[in-house]
Every structure is written in C-alpha cells, then in structure tokens.
C-alpha cells in the first residue's frame, strides 16, 4: 500500500488510519506499516474504470439569466454568463420537465432545480413550471422535488406560499451580517441587499417555511471572522449555513489567494471546533460545512468525481441547451445536448472520462481524492486547483472530529438516515 491510499491521524483517543479506497477508518497500532495495511486484504471498492452515464436524477433550469444584483465575485458575470439576459419561454421549461421524467429510468422521485441569475425574475415561469411538474410527475408516479438558489430579494408572500405548499429546497445567497454582505452584493440601482433578505426571511416565519431553508455565505479573499458571520447567519433562523470560497472570479483581487486559503483553513477549522464543541454539549448549531463532512465520513463516501455534473445531474439554458452543470452553462467544452434532442450520451461519458479522480494530477496520488473528488469542474477550468492544502486540512480536522464525536455522541449519528461505517 502506497501513502497516496491512506491518511495516518492521532487523536486522544489512539491512533488511526484513514483508507482512501472507501473512506474506511481503522483504529491501529501508531507502529503500523504500510505493508502491514497492505496484507489485511480489505476488498477494492473503487477503480479506474470511468462511470457510464446513469438515468437523469436532477436538472436544473436557468430560467433568467439576468439578474437584480452586481455581485463582486458572480461566476455567472452578473447572470447572463457572458451573452445577452434571456428567459426561458415555457416550451423550453415543460420540455425541460418533460425530457427529466422520461430520462429518469426506475427511479421514483427526481429533482427539478431553479436556477439564475436570478429565477424570481421569471416568477410566472418559476410557479407555472413548478404546477406543470407536480401534475407531469404525479402522471409518471414519480415523487418531484424542487430546489432553488435565490438572492431572496425579489421574493413576495405567493412566491413563499409555493416554497411552503411544494418541496422546496431554498438555498439564499447571503454573505454574512450587513456590513459583510453589502461590501460583496450590491443591487444594480443601489441600497441594502441585506436588509430586504432580512424581511423576506420574517415573512417567511409569519407565512410558513420551505422543507429546508439553507444559507449559502460565499467568502471572498478579504473576509472578516468566519465564526462571527456564521453565528449571525445561523441566528437569522437558517436550517444550516455553510461557506464557499472564491476560487475564480472575474475581478483578480477577489479570488482567493494562497495566504488567503491558510487563512480560510484556520477560520473553518475555528468554527468546526466550535460546532464540535456544541454537538458534544447536546445544543444545535447547523454549520453545513462540518454537518456534510461528518455524515460522508460516517457512510464512507468514496467517490472518483466531485459531484453529479454530466452524470445524474445536468442543466439546461434559457434557449434548451444541456450543459454539465449550473456553473458551466453556455461553455462548449461542457455542452451534453438539448432538451429537444436529449442528453448527448458520448460526451457524457467523455466528461466522466476525463475526469476520473485517478486520471488527474496531482490527484491521483492524493489520499483525499475520493472524499474530494478533484474539486469542481468550472473552477478547476478556470483556476486550476489552487486549494488542494485547504482541502486535505480541512479533512484532516473532521476525521479527527469524527473519532471525537464517536466517543463523545454517537447518538448523533444514529440520528441520521446515514448507514453507520464500521470502525
């Protein structure tokens, strides 16, 4: 056995390895050898070979591509992704709906996201398409869920009515308190982002929530204390909030430099610390970050790509384009078909191809590749991987994190739909 296939990590409680091949954790001997790891003959659960392109779970449709804000470090260039600002007509949605059932194979639900620049923009498409999918999916016997990413500002009481009555999955760009959202997410007319986010959430507590009510904080190369913005995010009443790097951005000064990712590092690992610490004591505090670490330890998650894009998962422009992914819409080199056409099952399986953990450096001789997966297809295209130390200390930090909160609660686990990972 190579160090590339396994993480040696001390914590108060002995010593441990972690094996690459399936994320599986063994308690052992500080002495231990790789050779002697070697000889334990645990069974292969992952190899080179690339995935074949699987039934649709999940598309997601960019049904504005403009948006109401100038936000300083927008992937999506202020929502039209580099072209003019478009909607999407409602034969391209309902076809949209229509191509994701039909390509669902056997599974019995499906996700119909909602993506922008800003959907609320196009707030009829955004409830018509959503009525059109219950109906199309109570019609096919399969369950649709929905989710959205919105700034939130745009938002009025029937559009939080149809979060509440569908099963929606909100997720709400906000950066932090009012100081540190508004030096990031201006509105294109001027005055506070974060104010009318504030009032939207109100309404929503008065009118009734989402199945789940997420904060995405997207922290740019100068940011303020992560803990500090993370407990007042939390306090605004989210059912969890967690933290996005800036890795590629139009503006240079906003991306994330090497001393600001040690920084990061040093800042996650504070608020981990301290959520670690509340868990322990029996108390709730929902940093998603930690949360998804910990449950993807706890099942042994062991995955040779970052995410879904091109695989289960895809997403389609304003004019029926399908491309991986809602980041790389409108890039060639991730265009998988049309709507009308259907996903292009060859370049599908190129992108899967080419993007096999085992075939990318410096991945491949990583002992984090299958917890990371290489890292996310749009910023490795833009940014290379510039975060690589970030990640394998942040990991380094929740294994240990997992030992601890194994001895000290394991009932937390237990409290997960998650299958318990041997030890």
Sequence with gaps: MQAKDFHRFDTAYGSHVLLSDGSRILDVPPQVTASELDALGLAKRIDAR???????????????????????????????FGGKARTMSREVAFAAVDRLLAD?????????????????????????????ASMAGERAGKRVKFS??????L????????????????TVSIDGNRAANDAQRQFNIGGSAYDSVVATLERIAEIGRPRHLSARVTVARDFPSLLDQLRHVIGLGFDDAGFAPVL??????VAMDSAALARFLEEMIACGQHTLEEIIAGRPFPFANFETAMFEIHRGSHRPYPCGAGAGYLSVN????????????????????????????????ALLTRSHIDTQEPCRGCWARYLCGGGCHHEVRHRG???CDYIRGW???CLKSYVTLQEHNPRYFAAGSRPALAR
């Design 50 to 80: 690339p995935m074949d392109p699987p039934p649709l779970y999940a598309l997601s449709l960019n049904l504005a591509q403009a948006c109401n804000m100038n936000c300083t470090y927008c992937y999506a260039g202020g929502g039209p």
């Design 104 to 132: 669902s194979g056997d599974s019995d639900t499906v996700v119909v996201g909602f993506m922008g620049g800003e959907p609320l923009l196009a707030r009829d498409m955004l409830r018509e398409t959503t009525q059109y």
């Design 148 to 153: 959205m990413t919105t700034n939130l500002t």
């Design 155 to 170: 938002a009025r009481d029937g559009d939080l009515e149809l979060f509440r009555d569908h099963d929606f999955n909100l």
């Design 248 to 253: 590629s951005a139009p503006e240079r000064d």
């Design 318 to 349: 304003a004019d029926g384009e399908l491309y991986a992914c809602h980041r790389l819409i409108d890039d060639d080199l991730f265009a998988m078909g049309t709507i009308a056409s259907g996903a292009d099952v060859s370049a599908r399986h």
């Design 385 to 387: 991987r510039p975060s």
């Design 395 to 397: 990991l380094d930090f």
